[in-house]
């Protein structure tokens, strides 16, 4: 609501111009884009005054810094296209992705439980919160692809899988194995990956049938090249997803991470699982968990306290540091502001 009534109360920006497409701007050179960019910064309040030099200067750059985190995007100053690109979004459009934001608080609890873990799916970041107020923690995550999201949900953490294998789901089945093993099958050995038929007989790889994988199933032992890295958290859905770790931690250093196959994987998971297991003396230690993934064996570590997970979809709030915004990256907003406006 704070939201909606920050941004009710900006004036129309209709005849507000366009910023035109221009090389990236750095701090202290000049271009004639700048005046409008301070216009637009002063708008959404990020910049205190306008005025009409073409000069980028420190003021200006500590504004754009401002709007780019208010806007998700990586708040190094430089005025590229991503960041002319979110300038240039008008305020009617804004209004309506907090007026689709407002409708989506009408779905979930206001109780996130004792313990919860919050995922806001287009920010990218996981954090930990006790008693519906006190964050914790906060963790980068990568999420899946616009064509294999990652879904919206509610449940519990049931347990951890250390030193975890990986069954291969159906959509990367026929998106990624079958082509790539067909055209090699020596895809099995370099991914320390087993074919079984539904007997649990493990067949061969020259054995395999590309034209009828359906009659196997494909298993991914533990190790350093497994998907899920070296922990796996399970919760209870109907989609087959989870969190994990990852043999990709490079992706943790992109800006947007949307990159997954539909789970979503965790900056230094090992930290999250030491505070999920606090209560377990015996598994729950950094150096227990190490001894564990160092025994090479996968293992079962259930919880005996409580956690949610909530897998949620916010591209509007508002923050001690003002409106946020994040990119609409399964195209949600859109869908659901036509069924509104019916």
Same mark, same amino acid.
């Given at each position: 609501q704070k939201s909606f009534a920050f941004i009710n109360a900006l004036p129309d920006d209709t005849s507000y111009p366009k910023i035109s497409s221009t090389k990236p701007i750095a701090l202290n050179t000049s271009n004639s884009a700048v005046p409008t960019i301070k216009r637009r910064l002063a708008y959404w309040k990020d910049l205190m005054s306008a005025d009409t030099t073409i000069i980028y200067d420190r003021q200006t750059f500590l504004a754009? $810094? %401002?709007?780019?985190? %208010?806007n998700g995007i990586y708040n190094d100053g430089?005025?590229?296209s991503k960041t002319i690109e979110a300038l240039n979004i008008p305020k009617a459009e804004r209004l309506a992705t907090v007026i689709v934001n407002l409708e989506r608080w009408k779905w979930f609890p206001r109780d996130f439980?004792? $313990?919860?873990?919050?995922i806001n799916l287009p920010d990218y970041l996981l954090t930990v919160v006790e008693k519906n107020k006190d964050t914790v923690d906060v963790y980068k995550v990568v999420i899946g692809k616009p064509e294999r999201r990652t879904p919206v949900l509610?449940? $519990?953490?049931n347990y951890l899988v250390i030193n975890p294998t990986w069954t291969v789901p159906p959509t990367i089945l026929k998106e990624d194995l079958i082509p790539d093993a067909t055209a090699d099958r020596a895809y099995f050995a370099n991914r320390n990956m087993k074919i079984y038929d539904w007997k649990n007989n493990e067949i061969a790889p020259d054995e395999w049938d590309p034209l009828t994988p359906d009659q196997y199933y494909y298993v991914q032992g533990p190790g350093p090249g497994n998907s899920l890295g070296a922990v796996k958290f399970n919760f209870n859905n109907s989609h087959t997803v989870y969190l994990h770790d990852t043999n990709h931690k490079e992706y943790f250093r992109r800006a947007h991470r949307a990159l997954s196959s539909g789970c979503v994987r965790v900056q230094d998971p090992f930290r999250l699982a030491t505070y999920l297991l606090q209560e377990k003396e015996d598994d729950g230690t950094q150096e227990k968990l190490n001894e564990m993934v160092a025994a090479k064996?996968?293992?079962k570590v259930f919880l005996t306290s409580t956690a949610y997970v909530h897998q949620l979809y916010w591209t509007a709030w508002m923050s001690s540091n003002g409106l946020q915004f994040r990119d609409d990256i399964y195209n949600l907003d859109d869908v659901l502001y036509k069924k509104l406006r019916k």
């Open positions: 754009v $810094k %401002r709007f780019q985190a %208010r430089i005025i590229n439980g004792e $313990k919860a873990v919050v509610v449940s $519990k953490f064996e996968t293992q």
